[in-house]
């Protein structure tokens, strides 16, 4: 029902857009973030979109270098990227949250199934 695409290799300052589409369900009420996990590492919010409002929300690491957005059209959630850098390499994963949003995992009932993007120095 979350189809994450858009993930791969580039260089440190390089930019990538991530793709997350849903199907299936409407999901037009609910918030849709963007985590992350890196090798070793707990699974961490990135970014998130209040569907209905437009509202965005973003963690530290993410401000002023990423931004998420929504189609509405196309029932699809992005999240562009500039000035990449390593420690930016994870899977990225696409999620909705049905009671507001949430800065953990647990508070995301729907998953996508993650794209790896990896930067190289």
């Known amino acids: 029902q979350l189809q994450a695409s858009g993930g791969g290799l580039v260089q440190a300052g390089g930019s990538l857009r991530l793709s997350c589409a849903a199907s299936?369900?409407?999901?037009?009420?609910?918030?849709r973030s963007w985590f992350r996990q890196a090798p070793g590492k707990e699974r961490e919010f990135v970014a998130g979109?209040?569907?209905?409002?437009?509202?965005?929300y973003y963690a530290d690491s993410a401000k002023g270098r990423f931004t998420i957005s929504r189609d509405k059209a196309e029932n699809t959630v992005y999240l562009q990227m500039y000035s990449l850098k390593p420690e930016d390499t994870a899977v990225y994963f696409c999620?909705?949250?049905?009671?507001?949003?949430?800065?953990?995992?647990?508070?995301?009932?729907?998953w996508g199934q993650g794209t790896q993007l990896t930067v190289s120095s």
């Open positions: 999620a909705v949250a049905t009671k507001g949003l949430a800065y953990e995992p647990v508070g995301y009932r729907y």
């Open positions: 979109i209040n569907w209905s409002r437009g509202s965005t």
């Open positions: 299936g369900r409407a999901f037009s009420s609910y918030v």
